[in-house]
């Protein structure tokens, strides 16, 4: 079978790496100004043909390039870890200051966690590109999914995700709660990390 991206698989990957050239300068730049990390580390993908065409079944949409690429949004996905709440923002707002893309969505899970306890600051971003996009457009736009996070919340994350998955867990009721409770401890060292952090100056 061929890809769900068909023509447009290239052009993912030259945006995926120019995103990630801005990522790894934001970095650098940081380094140079403080010594110190603008983030721990990324995680950049491009999503699987088979998942991208999974995600097309469960969301009840074509699987076409279209939908791979327009109405689902996360094609693109980029994960960055960071040691400390602030350096989410920092981050944040690096990328807000892209001239050439846009925050399409913007979902704020760090100060409105999710009722499960799920923290992460989430962007989906619009890039404008000289290349041509599924809709033939040239300029055309390409999308991004941004997960922002910190360690902790990224633990947390992973193990959650991997529960998921695991549908024939007793308890199940017990250990969502246990998971929420132990979201929100992480949270609250979170907080005193960063004020540690701001102490020591
Ligand atoms: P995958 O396989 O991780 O890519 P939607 O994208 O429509 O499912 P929504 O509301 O549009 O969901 O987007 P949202 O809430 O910003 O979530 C997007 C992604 O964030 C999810 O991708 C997960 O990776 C992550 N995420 C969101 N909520 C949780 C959560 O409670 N626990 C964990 N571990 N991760 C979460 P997908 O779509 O699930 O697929």
Redesign the pocket.
Known sequence: MSSIYGKYEATLEIVRSEIESRLIKYQNDIYEKTNDKGYEYLSIRI?SDD?MR??CR??NVPETAESALST???AI?IRIVCSFVEDVFSVVEYIRGFEDCEII?E?D?IRHA?P???R?Y?I?LAVRTPYEDVHGNNPGTYYV?M?IRTIAMDT??????KM?YKKDIPNQELLVSELKRVADELASCDLSMQTIRDMIG
């Open positions: 999503k998942s999974d995600k469960r969301k689902l949004k996360d996905g969505e979902k899970y999710k499960n306890g799920y992460s989430h989906i999914e997960q947390w994350a992973a193990l959650e995700h998921k």
